[in-house]
């Protein structure tokens, strides 16, 4: 090889190099905690986005990924965050009101949307951007909306007319919100972690609760529930979150690599979300296990005029201008 062509040679192996590899070149980890299964929408988009970073820093980034609440709980994993213990999660948007971002709340807010499109409107526009910048100040850098779906409501009994829910115990997150929404069902709404769920339900500890077909199906809710009510009442997804201090630490080049892989497992997530949800609700169906109830029009428009009237006191949590801006959004096409 000529002097000029190794020389060219070497400067492209170098720049390659620095392209992709930590400064010390041993692999940048990072772990990735969450606390549902891996065939769910969010346990697939992890898989999918550590597989893209994998190939695309040729291994010198790995992706570790730690579903099921394996490594923490959802109150913890965010504390975990924090301090570094994780680089990666992806919490439920009720979970951040807890630590001081009320107007995450917004998402709770039952019947604000009426299908993904209008949540997308949301997740893809100002107000969402915002949110996720307002992270910031305690040290986590958001990173992307994914989407789960709409939640039902189940129990051990037919829950239908307004009556049906007064004096139950239902399973919550940790959201004022959803405890307002429970309280004015008569309902008393008990927070518990995700992965005690199963367990509270089994046991009667709690009498039901809200959540998503995929998850109902994917931690087995279904076993110990006979009733379920299709509601679509209420939403729940994700916000895709780092430590902030890891992310600004990362060579500009590994970050547009993260990134590009975030956008497209992102998109990835937000494609199969509804179809896992109605493929989740199917295979509860085929069970046999528990029953589906679909509401009469008027129980639908009783329960909704029900949910809707915590609005006024919730607006002034969440902030008028939020919600303002959120309705606008709303109303583009
Ligand atoms: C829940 O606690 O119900 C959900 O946030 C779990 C999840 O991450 O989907």
Not at 60 to 83: F, G, H, M, R, W
Not at 282 to 304: C, D, V, Y
Request: hydrophobic share 35%; glycine share 6%; proline share 4%.
């Amino acid at each position: 090889m000529s002097f000029f062509k190794h020389t060219l040679y070497s400067i492209v192996l170098i720049l390659g190099s620095i392209c992709i590899t930590p400064a010390n070149s041993s692999p940048i980890v990072i772990k990735f905690s969450h606390v549902v299964t891996p065939d769910t929408p969010k346990g697939k988009g992890a898989e999918y986005f550590k597989k893209l970073v994998e190939e695309r820093t040729k291994g010198n980034v790995k992706v570790q990924i730690y579903p099921n609440s394996q490594l923490y709980k959802d109150k913890e994993e965010l504390e975990a965050l924090q301090l570094g213990a994780v680089e990666m999660l992806a919490p439920s948007l009720s979970k951040f009101s807890p630590m001081g971002f009320t107007a995450f709340e917004l998402f709770d807010l039952p019947y604000l949307f009426s299908n993904y499109n209008d949540l997308h409107k949301v997740t893809n526009g100002k107000i969402g951007q915002q949110l996720l910048t307002s992270l910031s100040t305690k040290g986590i850098k958001g990173l992307g909306y994914w989407d789960n779906g709409f939640k039902v409501m189940s129990a051990n009994k037919p829950l239908v007319a307004l009556k049906d829910f007064r004096g139950k115990k239902m399973r919550i997150q940790s959201s004022r919100i959803l405890d307002a929404q429970m309280r004015t069902l008569g309902v008393s709404p008990q927070v518990m972690a995700f992965s005690e769920v199963y367990q509270g339900l089994q046991t009667g500890v709690v009498d039901g609760t809200e959540q998503t077909p995929s998850q109902i199906y994917t931690q087995k809710f279904f076993e110990v529930q006979k009733f379920i009510t299709l509601t679509n009442h209420g939403y729940l997804g994700y916000a895709v979150v780092v430590n902030k201090k890891f992310w600004d630490g990362l060579t500009p080049q590994i970050r547009s690599v993260l990134e590009a892989a975030m956008k497209e497992s992102t998109d990835y997530v937000n494609k199969i979300a509804e179809q896992d949800n109605q493929e989740s609700l199917a295979k509860i169906k085929a069970s046999g296990r528990t029953q589906l109830l679909a509401l009469t029009p008027e129980n639908q428009s009783s329960l909704k005029a029900a949910l809707t009237s915590i609005y006024p006191e919730q607006e002034k949590r969440i902030g008028k201008d939020v919600l303002d801006a959120v309705r606008k959004e709303l109303a583009t096409n």
